[in-house]
T-cell receptor
Framework: DVKVTQSSRYLVKRTGEKVFLECVQDMDHENMFWYRQDPGLGLRLIYFSYDVKMKEKGDIPEGYSVSREKKERFSLILESASTNQTSMYLC??????????FGPGTRLTVT | QKEVEQNSGPLSVPEGAIASLNCTYSDRGSQSFFWYRQYSGKSPELIMSIYSNGDKEDGRFTAQLNKASQYVSLLIRDSQPSDSATYLCAVNMKGDKIIFGKGTRLHILP
């Protein structure tokens, strides 16, 4: 199985701050994903990446950017945090047959 | 719009009974199907995957796939209180993205 770790379990930031969420996977898999999960809205795809320095927009990319400088690391960046970005953020990496393995999640609160 | 639909629940099942969770999907070309379990405040955990029509069993869990009817189900036998969680159905339609349903909340009654 793929093991995925995320840099923080809980994070509190102020409105307007730049926020970095880090994700690392321990297998040599190309595909990595960032989601946010909100009650009643389910999992929504923000960005994904098929390889180093490659990125694709998901369903809700506005207000976010990503960086993938190394294969094992995929970072989500909130350029200027806003209160409507308060959410649970989940990183995932793909296994051999498209199954996705999730990290523990980061619960971000923007005040 | 490609969709994965689940009843949000909650589905209440007595301990020891069979819990049946259902999911339908819109894209007939879908190839891979997954069930995730998510406890409150935790991230989704992959519990079953199925790729061809029929049943696939793993311990107390059985996944069932019917591509002609475009549905996939998860049966949990001998339900335990620890099975109380939200179950997410996920479908790989094309490429490497997965479409997730919004989940069904399952409550096992002791």
């Amino acid at each position: 199985d793929v093991k995925v770790t995320q840099s923080s379990r809980y994070l509190v930031k102020r409105t307007g701050e730049k926020v970095f969420l880090e994700c690392v996977q321990d297998m040599d898999h190309e595909n990595m994903f960032w989601y946010r999960q909100d009650p009643g809205l389910g999992l929504r795809l923000i960005y994904f990446s098929y390889d180093v320095k490659m990125k694709e927009k998901g369903d809700i990319p506005e207000g976010y950017s990503v960086s993938r400088e190394k294969k094992e690391r995929f970072s989500l960046i909130l350029e200027s945090a806003s209160t409507n970005q308060t959410s649970m953020y989940l990183c995932a990496a793909t296994g051999k047959i498209y199954e996705q393995y999730f990290g523990p999640g980061t619960r971000l609160t923007v005040t | 719009q490609k969709e994965v639909e689940q009843n949000s629940g909650p589905l209440s099942v007595p301990e020891g009974a069979i819990a049946s969770l259902n999911c339908t999907y819109s894209d007939r070309g879908s190839q891979s199907f997954f069930w995730y379990r998510q406890y409150s405040g935790k991230s989704p955990e992959l519990i079953m995957s199925i790729y061809s029509n029929g049943d696939k069993e793993d311990g107390r869990f059985t996944a069932q796939l019917n591509k002609a009817s475009q549905y996939v189900s998860l049966l949990i036998r001998d339900s335990q209180p620890s099975d109380s969680a939200t179950y997410l159905c996920a479908v790989n339609m094309k490429g490497d993205k997965i479409i997730f349903g919004k989940g069904t909340r399952l409550h096992i009654l002791p």
